[in-house]
């Protein structure tokens, strides 16, 4: 049951009834219905949680990975807006610790730039960019940074 490991937080309801969404998952991604960038984290298998399209506002309770793909035209709008909605809530700022970059290297200039533009604003890395739905190899090598970096993470 690999999608049980990618609950959308919107599943998760919220014992208060609150349109608040906790969630501990180390990683947080938004994809739109497109789905590129959740074909990529269900291929990590990693535990993690989806930004809902629609609805309910997230709060991270741990440290987080984001991935995020790139949107917008003419050098605006290339952070989602749910990103961008759920990043302005400053604990959950306070918790990003690095930047996923998705997008298309056909839009040259701004490949993956909604993580260039996350990373500048919160003073976190961009710990790796791929295209689409990555390959094999990206998914290697993001499953390896990431559990690398949370190793450190835990013994710091
Ligand atoms: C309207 C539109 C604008 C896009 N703009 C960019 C861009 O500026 N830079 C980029 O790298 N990718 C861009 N992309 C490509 C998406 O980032 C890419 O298709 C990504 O995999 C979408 O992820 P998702 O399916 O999870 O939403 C754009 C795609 C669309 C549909």
């Known amino acids: ?9 919107a599943d998760a309801g919220n014992a208060d009834g609150s349109d608040l969404l906790d969630t501990n ?22 535990p993690a949680t989806r930004l809902p399209l629609a609805g309910q506002q997230v709060r991270a309770g741990s ?13 605006k709008g290339h952070v989602p807006p749910k990103v ?3 990043l302005n809530d400053p604990a959950n700022r306070a918790r ?16 993956g730039v909604a993580a260039d533009i996350i990373a500048a604003k919160c003073g976190v890395p961009v710990l790796y960019k791929f295209e689409l739905m990555g390959t094999p190899e990206d998914v290697t090598r993001v499953r390896e940074g990431l559990e690398e970096l949370w190793r450190r993470q835990s013994k710091s």
């Not at 049951?1 to 937080?9: D, E, I, K």
């Not at 990003?96 to 490949?111: E, P, Q, R, S």
């Open 1 to 9: 049951m690999p999608n049980a490991m990618l609950a959308t937080a």
């Open 25 to 46: 998952e180390r990683l947080i991604y938004f994809s739109s219905s497109s789905g590129n960038t959740h074909r990529f984290v269900e291929k990590l298998g990693l």
């Open 63 to 75: 440290p987080f990975v984001l991935v995020v793909p790139t949107y917008g035209a003419d050098g």
């Open 84 to 86: 961008v909605r759920f």
């Open 96 to 111: 990003l610790t690095g930047v996923i970059g998705a997008g298309n290297t056909n839009f040259h200039d701004t490949y």
